[in-house]
């Protein structure tokens, strides 16, 4: 997700959380490098201008995104096999 800033925090960024937050959660190493977890606000950060400025813009975001999302599903021993499909074509509707 997208923050614009405030005075809490008061630079643009992307974030991610999990809630309840599974142990372990917290201490998942996430892509790309500057992505952190802060401590303050509970949740992954990922500074947008880290992303602007990234050779790959994109893929510096969904890296993130993926990433975060793993750490949560692994941390909360979820059934990913149960969860998950394979990515899809943009575009192109999956067939059923």
Known sequence: MFWPGNESFPQAAFYSYAYPEPAGFRA???R???AFF??????F???Y???RTAADPERALLDFLQSTYEAAANA???DRAALECSLGQP???RRL
């Open 76 to 78: 909360a021993k979820w």
């Open 38 to 43: 802060s401590e303050a606000l509970g949740e």
């Open 45 to 47: 950060i990922l500074p």
């Open 49 to 51: 201008d880290a992303v």
């Open 91 to 93: 575009r192109l509707p």
């Open 32 to 34: 790309p490098d500057a």
């Open 28 to 30: 998942a190493k996430v």
